[in-house]
């Protein structure tokens, strides 16, 4: 079992930036992906960034704006996210996910806000 916990939502205006932190916690051995997702008021919810072995995959809508890491030593994984627009306004999720449960962990969500 794992838990996943996000944090370091808010309002920012647009053009400003946020870290999203995400730490895991349990039987973090059996992770090795790590996913951002968002959702919007009314929308799906939709992969953000991605981190894992076989490397880092972001959507298009934030390429060049947003930047996962991972620091496996604290079980924590970052979102960076820069020069931040009001349709980047959503709940953010963490997934993380091993082959113990391929379908992941996910948390609780923070939520961002973007003001025009």
């Known amino acids: 079992q794992v838990q996943v916990v996000e944090s370091g939502g808010g309002l920012v205006q647009a053009g400003g930036s946020l870290r999203l932190s995400c730490v895991a916690s349990?039987?973090?051995?059996?992770?090795?992906?790590i996913g951002w997702y968002r959702q919007a008021p009314g929308k799906q919810r939709e992969l953000v960034a991605t981190?894992?072995?076989?490397?880092?995959n972001y959507a298009d809508s934030v390429k060049g704006r947003f930047t996962i890491s991972r620091d496996n030593a604290k079980n924590t994984a970052y979102l960076q996210m820069n020069n931040l627009k009001p349709e980047d306004t959503a709940v953010y999720y963490c997934?993380?996910?091993?082959?113990?449960?391929?379908?992941?962990?996910w948390g609780q969500g923070t939520q961002v806000t973007v003001s025009s």
């Open positions: 997934n993380a996910a091993g082959p113990l449960r391929p379908a992941g962990w």
């Open positions: 981190i894992s072995s076989r490397g880092i």
């Open positions: 349990g039987s973090t051995f059996s992770i090795n992906a």
